[in-house]
């Protein structure tokens, strides 16, 4: 397996405000993924970040509300930005290890926004 | 597109009660199938997978089948422990390695002691 960490695990933002989420993973993966849970639902992905290029993002997931990066096969993160009372989620990273068909997920970063 | 399905919930049994949730699958395609389990207070974590048909997927005292026929992918357990209250998450890969999850809604088991 692969451990994952997120920073921060928690926080409570401003309507109109931005947060980064980061994702540090403890060995080099090619694909990094993010998903989005809004409470009491399930996992939507909102994009896949690929080191090297520019991130694909699922359909009612645009860059410019949450862009990407992905310097390093290790590291990713993940800005909400202008956010709403609406984006208030549960928002995850997942990693597959190479070839194994497994995806494991980081413990998650509970956002608030007011 | 592809999607997947699981039964309503909360479910609620006793000790040592057997278990079945439902789940099935639309997808071209093979695709692998997947729970994941997400304890009260914890991350997500996979519990077992199955990546072709008739592959059986068990971890835990967990067990499912992949059934292309029937396109279902049911999570059983013979005898449930207090300790197995979760959420529970059928969820599927359409291209295999690399590719990203559809999930299921979801669903709450809770077992009394």
């Known amino acids: 397996s692969a451990v994952i960490s997120q920073k921060p695990s928690r926080d409570i933002c401003q309507r109109g405000t931005s947060l980064t989420i980061q994702c540090q993973v403890d060995?080099?993966?090619?694909?990094m993924f993010w998903y989005r849970q809004q409470p009491g639902q399930s996992l939507t992905l909102i994009a896949t970040?690929?080191?090297?290029?520019?991130?694909?993002?699922e359909s009612g997931f645009v860059i410019d509300k949450f862009p990407i990066s992905r310097p390093n096969l290790t590291f990713s993160t993940l800005t909400v930005s202008n956010m709403s009372p609406e984006d208030s989620s549960i928002y995850l990273c997942?990693?597959?290890?190479?070839?194994?068909?497994?995806?494991?997920f980081g413990p998650g970063t509970r956002l608030t926004v007011t | 597109g592809n999607s997947v399905t699981q039964m309503e919930g909360p479910v609620t049994l006793s000790e040592e009660a057997f278990l079945t949730i439902n789940c099935t699958y639309t997808?071209?395609?093979?695709?692998?199938l997947f729970w994941y389990v997400q304890y009260p207070g914890e991350g997500l974590q996979l519990l077992l997978k199955?990546?072709?048909?008739?592959d059986k997927g068990s971890n835990k005292g967990f067990e499912a089948t992949y059934r292309k026929e029937t396109t279902s992918f049911h999570l059983e357990k013979g005898s449930v422990q207090v300790s197995d209250s979760a959420v529970y998450f059928c969820?599927?890969?359409?291209?295999?390695?690399?590719?990203?999850?559809?999930f299921g809604k979801g669903i709450t088991l809770s077992v009394r002691p």
């Open positions: 060995s080099q993966v090619t694909m």
């Open positions: 997808a071209t395609g093979y695709p692998s």
């Open positions: 970040a690929n080191q090297g290029s520019e991130a694909t993002y």
């Open positions: 199955a990546t072709k048909a008739d």
């Open positions: 969820a599927l890969s359409a291209t295999g390695a690399n590719s990203k999850l559809t």
């Open positions: 997942s990693v597959e290890r190479t070839g194994s068909y497994e995806q494991y």
